[in-house]
């Protein structure tokens, strides 16, 4: 085998890797040394910015093979026929922390995934948890703020967390996810994943549907105690990295089953609870799962930096047969996603490899900016309407169309019959076992009887109370005893 030439980012073969040209032995250095100025400078500028929220994350490729036939809810031509492959990216991370922060915390996991249609690139950005802390984007940064480090104290702080807690009632159901059995994942093989949100699909006949997307792991659910994950941070802080790289490096491909439930749109307005709110789930006996189909990881990328902190997702990326819905956090997600990946990657993202569409045609009246790969031929016109056969229009909407009615404004959500905040964090409660309150009254308890203040324990304790009456009762005794210790 021949050996390899090293060369410059030019292309002209290196000399020397070992030793800058200096002026004579031992003399300093000379700025004419190319090679050497290019390996510096390139040096400086080899990170971008992380991701604000979900920096810290694993990836791999796969496929989505189709295994029931859903064509009566939705278009989408990827999941059209059964026995159907795409293509498939999938990212999973941790929120809260850095890029250096450990895997095995608590803290949900993103999980995202980016499907390679041959309609163009559909994007599913959700958790592990069917649910989430806020309802409103509008709250989105502060409530990041509150569980990031403290700007003066450098350091996550309970007081900011529980504090923000105490003052957002809606995100007590989320915190006995949270702060439950599966609060920790032992790995990212074996978590659920949700699309958290409602989205909405619409059929050949233009008639449209409500969905929600459950992945269920078909390795089975595995999770941490509180005591488990601290000793596997001590042992190896890329435990969900390394444990996922090699499952894939074995042939032990990770796999999940998605299932959706459908609600028929015309249900929607009077259901008895706000089924665009997404602090809250459908009970599944209001609306059953029904199989999709099956999601398979069987390749590791080449590169880390390039596939996986690279990868963009942005849930306005869709196809024919699937678009939003009313959901308020989803319409500020549909913004914030698209416009993070603009200022960490640059407006020409979607043309990196690990973003680019696989199986359609890119056509459109972009040229320029940083890192513009696009050019078209020397014909090709970069405004439209033209007179030179340009791409144009198709004139068919992605998704039925939402009637909206009403004054422009600030509102709440409209009120359901049942809403409210607390209801199904004391279903979730109540579904418990003895030893899994236990852990989840510890886990609350270690935290919340950190806060110096008060008025904000007690501000958490009646949210728990208006939960399920056993499960405030329990908080506050242990809250109580930790503080009295």
Known sequence: MSQRVLTTESGAPVADNQNSATAGAGGPLLVQDQHLLEKLARFNRERIPERVVHARGSGAYGYFEVTDDVTGFTRADFLSEVGRRTETFVRFSTVADSLGGADAVRDPRGFALKFYTNEGNYDLVGNNTPVFFIKDPLKFPDFIHSQKRDPFTGRQEPDNVWDFWANSPESTHQITWLMGDRGIPASYRHMNGFGSHTYQWTNAKGEAFFVKY?????????????????????????SHQTDLLQAIERGVNPSWTLHVQVMPAAEAADYRFNPFDVTKVWPHADHPLQRVGRLVLDRNPDNVFAEVEQAAFSPNNFVPGIGPSPDKMLQGRLFAYADAQRYRLGINHTQLPVNAPRAAVVDHYGRDGLHATRYGSRQDKNYEPNSYAGPAQTGQALAAPVAVHGWTGTHEAPAHAKDDDFFQAGELYRLMSADEKDRLVANIAGGLS????????????????????????????????LRED
């Not at 459950?214 to 659910?221: A, D, I, L």
């Not at 595995?222 to 001590?234: F, I, N, P």
């Open 214 to 238: 459950h992945f269920r792991t078909n390795q089975g659910v595995r999770s941490l105690s509180t005591e488990q994950g601290a000793e596997q941070v001590g042992k190896d802080a890329n």
């Open 450 to 481: 950190q806060v110096t203040r008060d008025d904000v324990i007690e501000k958490n304790l009646a949210h728990f109370h208006a939960a399920d009456a056993d499960y405030g009762r329990r908080v506050e005794e242990a809250v109580r005893a």
